[in-house]
């Protein structure tokens, strides 16, 4: 059984477990923390949320002890990190698992990680969405906007979200639009069979260059998770790929096959990558088309999802079905 938070999303906590927000970009963390001070959040900030020095927010025990102060602060209702990172994998060891409480977390990138973990290990549900810092702006597109809807869906209820219609091709970090992202490239879903297709089953996921890396340890335990917490039930993975080429992605996807992570499986739905470089003439598009015939499943890409904005916000172990059909998509969470 999966656990889903039921909270009135008011104080949002602001903890960095990964990276902070050093002082040339205080101002970044300040607009956000403003901006949604005018939508009527409250917020409290942690320590870590303002420092950052070789590579990371503070030593492994101090991101990992305010982490956990703020998921058991009965006051804080969300716990969303200003931004991703480098190093969260360091905290996992100093964290207290079974004394997490059903509360949401909401990130991507490095807290992708932190994520996939917490569901892992507790059956509760985990939220893979936007950052804080990319709330900053005076409006937000209709795809980042629908985090609160997901937040809000009780226990028993189904939300949907689609397709956007246009993607951010490049950052512009010193001329934000509106919305912050620069959406100026046509969306377009893609199915490997290049017909429509139609995904069901639980959800797990998060950036590959991260969760990879939890492979084999207690803290990425899938077939424990899905024997106490979705027995019988087939897992629909969503992936995305931040730096990596051809070559060590496909390195990574085989990892996960030999893992078991691959096993029960439903399909898998890749988001749009800034990376993806091919090798020696070996393309992610090949590598989609071999990895579909390799596990059986169908698989889509190109979805919202992950470093290439705007996206979708998907909640571990939620019951998902996924439609891509003509270059659009819907996806459609049920909390059960």
Not at 224 to 249: K, S, T
Not at 273 to 278: R, V
Not at 298 to 313: R, S
């Amino acid at each position: 059984m999966i656990r889903y938070p039921a909270r009135k999303i008011e104080m949002i906590g602001v903890t960095a477990p990964s990276s902070g927000v050093g002082p040339a970009d205080h101002g970044v963390l300040q607009s956000a923390i403003e901006r949604l001070e005018e939508r009527n959040f409250k917020l409290k900030i942690g320590e870590t949320s303002w420092t950052q020095a070789e590579a990371k927010s503070a030593d492994a025990e101090t991101r990992a002890e305010e982490l956990m102060e703020m998921l058991n602060d009965e006051s804080v209702d969300l716990i969303m990190p200003p931004w991703g990172g480098e190093l969260l994998i360091e905290v996992l060891e100093h964290m207290d698992f079974g004394a997490i409480p059903e509360k949401w977390v909401m990130g991507y990138s490095d807290i992708s990680l932190l994520l996939l973990a917490i569901t892992l290990k507790t059956g509760i549900a985990t939220a893979h969405g936007t950052n804080l810092v990319d709330l900053r702006g005076p409006e937000s597109d209709s795809t980042t906007a629908r985090w609160l809807d997901v937040l809000h869906t009780r226990k028993g209820e189904s939300i949907s979200q689609v397709s956007s219609e246009k993607f951010q091709e490049k950052w512009d970090h010193e001329n934000p639009s509106p919305v912050i992202f620069h959406l100026t490239e046509e969306t377009e879903w893609k199915t490997v069979s290049g017909e429509p297709e139609q995904f069901s089953g639980r959800l797990l996921g998060g950036c590959m260059d991260v969760i990879r890396h939890i492979i084999g340890t207690p803290f990425g335990n899938v077939e424990a998770f899905r024997e106490a917490h979705i027995p019988g039930e087939p897992v629909l993975w969503y992936l995305e790929n931040c730096e990596m080429n051809v070559a060590d992605l496909k390195r990574t996807l085989t990892q996960m096959k030999y893992a078991g992570w691959f096993n029960h499986i439903s399909g898998i739905i890749f988001g749009r990558s800034p990376a993806n470089g091919e090798v020696g003439g070996y393309t992610v598009e090949k590598l989609y088309e071999d990895l579909s015939e390799e596990l059986g499943v169908p698989i889509a890409y190109d979805i919202d999802l992950g470093h290439v904005p705007p996206q979708i916000t998907f909640i571990n172990g939620a019951f998902a079905v996924i439609d891509v059909e003509k270059g659009k998509g819907k996806v459609t969470q049920e909390f059960k």
